[in-house]
Nanobody, 122 residues
Framework: QVQLVETGGGLVQPGGSLRLSCAASGHYAIGWFRQAPGKEREGISCISRSDGTTSYADSLKGRFTISRDNVKNTVYLQMNSLKPEDTAVYYC???????????????????WGQGTQVTVSS
């Protein structure tokens, strides 16, 4: 059974940084998403299972970085230069195919974590 647990969210000031973690029950391709109140879910980034290849939404590339620790089966999302508009619930998910789909990230993700709240405010 696939299980994903996100941690690391919280309150941060504009310009600050957070590092989110996605602890997985196995070695999977993992995508990060976010959803702000009243808005559609937005794909952020994905990291492959086999070779660690990464992809990013164009609007976030350069501020957000995805990485993984294969020993711990944990995927990270480093978020820098945070802005109020980054406020959202952040989710990690994995596709049943085991590989990252092409951007923009779509409905190919079958298993989801519970989400972690990120609030960027002074």
């Amino acid at each position: 059974q696939v299980q994903l647990v996100e941690t690391g969210g919280g309150l941060v000031q504009p310009g600050g940084s957070l590092r989110l973690s996605c602890a997985a029950s196995g070695h999977y391709a993992i995508g990060w998403f976010r959803q702000a109140p009243g808005k559609e879910r937005e794909g952020i980034s994905c990291i492959s299972r086999s070779d660690g290849t990464t992809s990013y939404a164009d609007s976030l590339k350069g501020r957000f970085t995805i990485s993984r620790d294969n020993v711990k089966n944990t995927v990270y999302l480093q978020m820098n230069s945070l802005k109020p508009e980054d406020t959202a619930v952040y989710y990690c998910a994995t596709p049943i195919t085991g590989v990252c789909p092409l951007l923009p990230l779509g409905p190919e993700f079958d298993y989801w974590g519970q989400g972690t709240q990120v609030t960027v405010s002074s």
